[in-house]
Structure formats: structure tokens, C-alpha cells
């Protein structure tokens, strides 16, 4: 049974970076693209970034693009997504998610993702 679990959530002030982590368990995870995604309340899930197999291809929502970066580590089991110049409208809950084995890239879209964990709270303050 595949388990994806974040960590690395927090409460920060505006303009300063926190880093999120990200292991899968259960299965191969060399093979698996996976992505991050936030949920503040009220709204609905967004995608954020997302992460080819190799960490050759990287995806980015316009609203973070120059401020995080995804990246991981094969050999940890591991995806990183550091957050940089956090805003008040980055907080939400983050979650990472899996894509299916046979898969290579990553998508933007929820549904290309059958395995989640279970969030972590990111709250940036003004």
C-alpha cells in the first residue's frame, strides 16, 4: 500500500521561506512523478509543482513561479518544495501527491494523482 506523507509546514511572516518534504512509501518511488498542490479555505485545491520521475522536468503554478522550487532526492525517497518571499495568499494546506507507476511526467491535474497525504498547514502572516 503506497503512504505519502508531508512535513516541514509552519507560521512564518511575509517575505521569509519554509521548505516542505515529501516521502513516499510502499512502492518504487524512482519511477513515480509527484506534485504538490494547496487548499485554502474556502477554495478550492490548486495545483502548485510538480516533478518528472528523472527531476529532469519541473511544473509551476504562474501565482509561485520564481518564488518555490520542487525538487528530490531518488536515493531519500524524497520531494522537496522550497518556498521563497511567502506571501499571505500562499497560506493554505499543502499537499503532495503520487501519480501511478507508468507514468514519467508530471500534470497539473488533480486527477493524474491517486495517491495523497494528508496535508500540512502553511500560514504566512503580514
Known amino acids: 500500500q503506497v503512504q505519502v506523507s508531508e512535513s516541514g509546514g509552519g507560521s512564518v511572516q511575509a517575505g521569509d521561506s519554509l521548505s516542505l518534504s515529501c516521502t513516499r512509501s510502499g512502492r518504487a518511488f524512482r519511477g513515480v512523478p509527484m506534485g504538490w498542490f494547496r487548499q485554502a479555505p474556502g477554495k478550492e485545491r490548486e495545483f502548485v509543482a510538480a516533478i518528472s520521475w528523472s527531476g529532469g522536468s519541473t511544473m509551476y503554478a504562474d501565482s509561485v513561479k520564481g518564488r518555490f522550487t520542487i525538487s528530490r532526492d531518488n536515493a531519500k525517497n524524497t520531494v522537496y518544495l522550497q518556498m521563497n518571499s511567502l506571501k499571505p495568499e500562499d497560506t493554505a494546506v499543502y499537499y503532495c501527491?503520487?501519480?501511478?507507476?507508468?507514468?514519467?511526467?508530471?500534470?497539473?491535474?488533480?486527477?493524474?494523482?491517486?495517491?495523497w497525504g494528508q496535508g500540512t498547514q502553511v500560514t504566512v502572516s503580514s
Open positions: 501527491a503520487a501519480r501511478s507507476s507508468g507514468n514519467y511526467y508530471p500534470t497539473d491535474e488533480p486527477t493524474g494523482y491517486p495517491d
